[in-house]
């Protein structure tokens, strides 16, 4: 029986450890039998019972084998086959870890035996103590044989090559191993699992950093030697997640070798629930700007799609900041790069002016049409060529704010047209448009929904529940009661009306709460909304079909 997703956290002074070794006939499972069967079973440090016999192999036992364990075919003629013994073995093992030395050899025998039975393979956890030796020991010993490492490390009992006696002598090198691992901050079932993929790790002295680690939701600040933050992150499990670093399961390897050179300390801040890990780790990067975290720098970059109502003749522009002009902005977007495809997405289908020129009241200021206008993809009133511009204007803004399928049902067509034509490239240009589009829109619509509710007091069962004022956490608390850290730090933004642009320094959080509310829908409880809340019953979906037999789908 596997352990579960708990039982991994376990304290290594409660897990139950059965040790196992086999006698064989030879090194395939495929040809050749068991010949003796060993087993010990531990927890805490003491033995709670053996198991040993003799297995009938029902094929010859070689002389090198003979001389080797001393096992003769004169014993085992009266033993029981190993169909007659698996079932009290595995009885024996249970639910227990499974230890051994090169244990995958004596696996592979059991599972043979297991399949030829007609039973499952052994689903327990598996600890190698060659694999821990090579880990901790490999620099005071020649090799990691059993025999070498009893010899140096004095163990109380010595391998011979005979089941029960070899996996004594493990059990003693199991807990000698433990001693030596418990210097690196290995307590638990799951760091005794990871500890041999960390054999190699140049910085896996620091793994004592984690030690005092909890088994719980937070963030952790990674710190160098000068005492600047270097890297946040959250997780739901901190002792887990950061001891993911040195057994390759944390970031990308480049970066992650890099920010463990300079890592000097660890702290941490233990959270609530997972919303609150989430929006403390997106708090402590916009305040702390740690160098290895690439949202650091990423969210000062955010840019927005404007709609420049305050003009005469109104245009798309890709800004940076939001002022109280009466505009229609759509954002914060990722990157410039990305607002514009959102506004060619917007032109593609509304033949807005796309040329800057300043048009006076008075009237045109020039006699020809510009580029665009000449092409017939725009209007061109600073010619005088838009006598309906105003209609323009008031379907670009119906379709922003409250029909998106007014705009990506005509980029949909087009790229289905396209791709009809076998102009796959362009369809491809369609698709991505609307797809940009889509997502800023949605975004969009959700967001200002969820701070025009007001305050939120929401529960979910099994994991507590937060208050979540215009779209900002304000306060969490777990199955348990209250974050022990306290409430999240006050976010520095200022108070906004619903209908004002979201501001860069909020829009991450504010996603973060809107998927936090999504994730949880089925167990969610609303308590209390201030002003009423709902997503919008709209949601602008992007084109689902490829463009057919189009290869840039």
Known sequence: MQASFDDLSTPLAQVTFVVVDLETTGGSPATDAITEVGAVKLRGGECLGTFATLVNPGVAIPPSITYLTGITEWMVAPAPPIEGVLAALLEFIGDAVVVGHNVGFDVRFLDAA???????????????????????????????????????????????????????????????????????????????????????????????????????????????????????????????????????????????????????????????????????????????????????????????????????YPRLAVVRTTPDDGGLYLGPVGSARAARVVVEAVESVLPLRRCATRVPRGGPTRGWPCTPAQLGVAACPCSGGAPAYDATVAAALEALRHQPRRLLDPLEARMHALAEGERFEEAATARDRAAALSRVLTRQARLHALRAAGRLVVTVAGEGGAVIDAGRLVTAWGPEGASPAGPPAPAAVAPSRPTDPIGRDEVDEMACVARWLDGHAGQLRLIDAGHGWAWPAWRADPPTRRPRSSPFA
């Open 114 to 312: 297991c399949a030829a039975t007609g039973r499952p393979r052994l689903a327990n956890r598996i600890v190698d103590t060659c694999a821990l030796a090579r880990r901790l020991v490999r620099e005071e010993v020649p090799d990691c044989k059993l025999g070498t490492l009893a010899a140096h490390l004095r163990l109380d009992h010595t391998p011979c090559h005979r089941a029960l006696d070899d996996a004594l002598a493990t059990g003693d090198l199991l807990h000698a191993m433990l001693e030596r691992a418990a210097g690196l901050g290995v307590l638990g079932l799951d760091d005794l699992l990871a500890l041999p993929t960390v054999r190699g790790h140049a910085q896996a002295g620091k793994l004592a950093l984690t030690a005092r680690l909890p088994r719980s939701p937070g963030v952790y600040l990674f710190r160098n030697a000068a005492g600047r933050v270097i890297y946040v992150g959250k997780a739901v499990d901190l002792r887990r997640r950061v001891r993911s670093y040195f057994t390759g399961g944390g970031d990308d390897r480049r970066k992650a070798s890099a920010m463990l050179r300079e890592l000097a300390a660890i702290e941490h801040q233990v959270c609530a629930n997972d919303l609150e890990a989430r929006v403390r780790e997106i708090r402590l990067i916009h305040a702390l700007a740690p160098r290895y975290n690439a949202e650091a720098k990423h969210w000062k970059r955010y840019v927005y799609v404007k709609l420049t109502l305050a003009e005469r």
